[in-house]
């Protein structure tokens, strides 16, 4: 079992946030620093990280760096929880400790501005299934936008998911009406 612990991937992760110029260099340079941490001890994961809700998905803080750099979480999705559309409005590092997560991806086609609010235009992209110990990453500008959620009739899903600063809020849309708005991203302390 790797000996790869917690401290030591923040501590990876706050020397390559400092050598990435673009949100592309930092998810490059961590998404291997998450496979690690993911596949090796977790043993950092605690009860309070493994709460569930059973309205929507929870959201359990694991770290929140001071400075705004980057926040970590625990996601608990239980059988048929999804997020709404949404975006990041930064870089994220997703990986899966246990179940099957599901992202289903939308591309924007109105030529807008990506920060309008009104005459947004998405069509349905490709869909990713991501078992246990695997990684994937996005970054903004343009923004990805997708939903991500639980498909397993059955079985609960629990992801790590780190953000580029403190995960306080993102925009979700709404797809036939064409619009986007921020909303305020509740979670659990840890
Ligand atoms: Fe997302």
């Not at 605690?46 to 694991?62: E, G, K, L, M, S």
């Not at 639980?150 to 609960?156: I, S, T, V």
């Not at 998911?161 to 909303?183: N, P, S, V």
């Given at each position: 079992m790797?000996s790869y612990t917690l401290e030591m991937f923040i501590?990876?992760?706050?020397?390559?946030?400092?050598?990435?110029?673009?949100?592309?260099?930092?998810?490059?340079?961590?998404?291997?620093?998450m496979?690690?941490l993911l596949?090796g001890d977790t043993s950092f994961l605690q009860p309070q990280h493994f709460r569930d809700d059973?309205?929507?998905?929870a959201r359990n803080a694991i770290f929140i760096?001071?400075?705004?750099?980057?926040s970590l979480f625990a996601l608990v999705w239980?059988?048929?929880?999804?997020?709404?559309?949404?975006?990041?409005?930064?870089?994220?590092?997703?990986g899966v400790f246990e179940?099957?997560?599901?992202?289903?991806?939308?591309?924007?086609?109105?030529?807008?501005?990506?920060?309008?609010?009104?005459?947004?235009?998405?069509?349905?992209?490709?869909?990713?299934?991501?078992?246990a110990?695997?990684?994937?990453?996005?970054?903004?500008?343009?923004?990805?936008?997708?939903?991500?959620?639980?498909?397993?009739?059955?079985?609960r899903v629990v992801s790590l998911h780190l953000?580029?600063?403190?995960?306080?809020?993102?925009?979700?849309?709404?797809?036939?009406?064409?619009?986007?708005?921020?909303?305020?991203?509740?979670y659990n302390e840890s």
């Amino acid at each position: 079992m790797s000996s790869y612990t917690l401290e030591m991937f923040i501590e990876d992760c706050r020397e390559k946030i400092s050598r990435g110029r673009l949100p592309a260099d930092c998810v490059e340079m961590i998404a291997p620093s998450m496979f690690q941490l993911l596949n090796g001890d977790t043993s950092f994961l605690q009860p309070q990280h493994f709460r569930d809700d059973p309205v929507h998905y929870a959201r359990n803080a694991i770290f929140i760096d001071e400075n705004d750099t980057m926040s970590l979480f625990a996601l608990v999705w239980l059988p048929g929880q999804w997020t709404p559309i949404h975006d990041h409005g930064t870089w994220g590092v997703v990986g899966v400790f246990e179940g099957t997560l599901e992202e289903r991806n939308f591309i924007r086609t109105d030529g807008h501005r990506s920060d309008a609010l009104e005459g947004i235009e998405l069509v349905r992209g490709g869909v990713i299934l991501l078992s246990a110990g695997a990684v994937t990453s996005f970054v903004p500008n343009p923004d990805h936008i997708h939903i991500t959620g639980n498909a397993d009739p059955q079985r609960r899903v629990v992801s790590l998911h780190l953000y580029g600063r403190t995960m306080a809020g993102f925009h979700t849309y709404d797809k036939e009406a064409g619009t986007r708005e921020w909303i305020e991203a509740s979670y659990n302390e840890s």
